[in-house]
């Protein structure tokens, strides 16, 4: 939740993070699918430099929370409920 539109180099197919506790930043491969995704995304969201992925109410950063709440929607909507799902 914390990328930013410029931590993703599209041409690379790479997306640099900082994980929890982490001081460096390291570079993760980002899959063909989710890089198409992205860049679908990106068209929605416009090209001005700030969050990669923006709150619901699109006035900020999406948070932690936002994205359980987004999964856990989608996933009702999908018919997976808690008790279909291990961790």
Known sequence: TECDLS????????LSIKGK???ERRMLSV????????LGWIVL?????????LGVDSRGRMTG???YYLIRDLG??????ARNVTS
Request: aromatic residues 0%; hydrophobic residues 35%; negative net charge.
């Open 31 to 38: 899959p063909p699918a989710a890089m198409s995704a992205l």
């Open 65 to 67: 929370h936002g994205v």
């Open 21 to 23: 506790g982490e001081t």
């Open 76 to 81: 009702r909507r999908a018919g997976i409920t």
């Open 7 to 14: 931590d993703l180099d599209t041409g690379s197919a790479t």
């Open 45 to 53: 969201r416009g090209t001005a430099d700030g969050p990669l992925v």
